[in-house]
């Protein structure tokens, strides 16, 4: 019995050992995890604190940039003929709502002219930038790529360091006016960022890119982009900066001693089963403190989002709403919680319509419609899942697009008037009604005309994507023979194609009773676009071809030429509204960069398709697809 007893202690002892190794291992895992734990904190605390430092940066900096590059876009408007008096008015509040402009200079062709303040920045006025030889290289190569750019920092004439924006300004008729220049004092920055670092307890430090290199230290020591830092790259008006940004103090792992220390002593006091408790409720609390931060930092994260966010349960009911949802439309998160999704719209709205992407109105809680643009998507969670609903307000947006539509409208109108007393006045001239004209006049007078010409194409093309995109364009659709169409804008084309010395062929195998439902006027409007381009962009005594085939139960209309094609970098933006393949001054053919938007308004209004790929036999080919009748 006694040899019983000794060996049931012995194994007791030995499970106690057991155990005792078990918990000292668990305890460690544990000290492990928290050290882990608590470095991802950190790491996440340094990435968001860095993250608002670039968003501060980029704030500071780019609020005064705005501001002259505001005042090169009013030069441009203006088409260069700004007085003296118009800048004495303008600078002056422009350097009062930038917080950290120094001066701001204005160098008609390359001489500083103007300059605000006057005091303290006298030696800069009538600076020549030629004469500049370390920076005129770098000012040269920003001219030619007709891109602003932030330099800096460099000695300044007028004494001091500072950092300089530059801004070429070319007129809309594509001549280089000049440079707006816009001078920084930048230290307030670096101060503010200073601040806000020490603030949010991390270290930071500022480089700039020279060439194709980091060399240049803004803010900080060099020595933090050698640690393990978090890098953020900034671009401010062409100038590449890179931000360090580090913890302002290292670790503490006190609270892995502590751990430490009190699994020791648990293990040495208790018996096994307690020890599994300890260990259960030290799992057990770890797990309710992560998901507790976990719902407070999701919480943070909608709350700190700009546009409003619904969460929906599966059944379509409100389950949370963000700060910004609660500003919009005017419900507390409680007062609305548990109601159906369908009590936040004007109208009947289903999932799947909204899901599609939509711009519906909302109801404000005191009934006022408000205009959002709404996005949807799915919580994939097998537990509870359900729907995130995001509401952006549009109604500025709208505002501003219905401004611009009647800005571009009035002024077309208003010039259509004056330009049509200008060209019937020239064609009197130039058909003798005031008397003989000798022929270097006639020759100024066709000058004139043509240009008159090219002006009324443009508000002609102007006021046609007005009325398209306002959806005021009516349409009178009718079906007509698809060759009755094909030789109506062959008849029509012909005088140009004979100017240039181009011929003009059609080719087609469908029948002569094939029909499309079409406006007449517009779909011929379509085709003098099209066979304008390729007549332009042909070679000499070169071809043009329109083509018509029969696919399905739809017709493709295409005209090829033999020029040089498409660029294959500009074939995405071809159909948007000004774009031009060739942007430059020095470009051989001009253009309003409207033809090719206009043609597939007018083609997708008439419930057809219009496309472009390259000639297999070398050249262009624009084709449309319309539906047979």
Known sequence: MALHSRLFSRWQWLLLALLLLLFLFCTEYLVYQERQRQQQVQLRHVAAAAAELRALLESEVNSSLYLSQGLAAYIQAS???????????????????????????????????????????????????????????????????????????????????????????????????????????????????????AAAGVKVALRRMTGAHWADMLVGDMALFQDDAMLFDLTISGAKWQLAAVAAKPLSFSAGLSLRLFGWLVSCLLLSLMAVIFIANGRLAVTARAREQSEAYASTVLDNVADAIVVLDRLGRIDKINRAAQTLLGYQGSAIQGQPYRLLFAGPVTLADIEAGAELEVMHQNGQAILVELMLSHIQEPQQGGFVLLLR?????????????????????????????????????????????????????????????????????????????????????????????????????????????????????????????????????????????????????????????????????????????????????????????????????????????????????????????????????????????
């Open 79 to 197: 088409h260069g003929q700004v007085r003296d008096e118009e800048f004495a008015f303008l600078l002056p509040n422009l350097v009062a709502q930038g917080r950290h402009i120094r001066n701001i200079g204005i160098a008609p062709d390359n001489r500083i002219s103007f300059i605000y303040p006057l005091v303290g920045n006298e030696k800069a006025l009538g600076l020549y930038y030629p004469d500049l030889s370390e920076q005129w290289p770098d000012i040269a190569n920003l001219i030619q790529a007709r891109q602003s750019l932030l330099v800096g920092p460099v000695q300044l004439a007028q004494g001091g360091l500072g950092f300089i924006h530059r801004i070429p300004v070319y007129l809309p008729d594509d001549r280089y006016w000049g440079i707006v220049s816009t001078v920084l004092d930048i230290e307030s920055v670096w101060v503010l960022l200073r601040q806000q670092a």
């Open 393 to 629: 307000d549009i109604r500025e947006r709208k505002r501003v697009e219905q401004l611009k539509n009647e800005f571009v409208s009035t002024v077309s109108h208003e010039l259509r008037t004056p330009l049509t007393a200008i060209n019937g006045a020239l064609g009197l001239l130039a058909a003798g009604a005031v008397g003989a004209v000798a022929q270097p006049q006639q020759q100024l007078l066709d000058i004139a005309r043509q240009n008159c010409a090219q002006l009324a194409t443009l508000i002609n093309d102007l006021l046609d994507i007005e009325k398209l995109t306002a959806g005021k364009m009516l349409l009178q659709l009718q079906p007509l023979g698809v060759k009755s169409l094909l030789l109506e804008a062959k008849n029509r084309n012909l005088p140009l194609a004979q100017q240039s010395g181009i011929s003009l062929v059609i080719q087609s195998d469908i029948s002569a009773d094939s029909k499309v439902l079409v406006d007449e006027s517009r779909l011929q409007q379509v085709f003098a676009n099209l066979l304008a381009n390729a007549i332009r962009f042909s070679p000499a005594q070169g071809e043009v071809q329109l083509q018509a085939v029969v696919l399905g139960q739809k017709v493709r209309i295409s005209v090829l030429d033999r020029g040089p094609g498409v660029p294959a970098d500009f074939i995405p933006r071809l159909f948007q509204k000004f774009s031009q393949a060739d942007s430059s001054d020095t470009r051989r053919l001009s253009g309003t960069g409207l033809g090719l938007a206009i043609c597939k308004e007018l083609v997708e209004r008439m419930g057809g398709d219009i496309g472009y790929q390259a000639n297999a036999e070398g050249g262009a080919c624009f084709y449309f697809e319309l539906d047979l009748v």
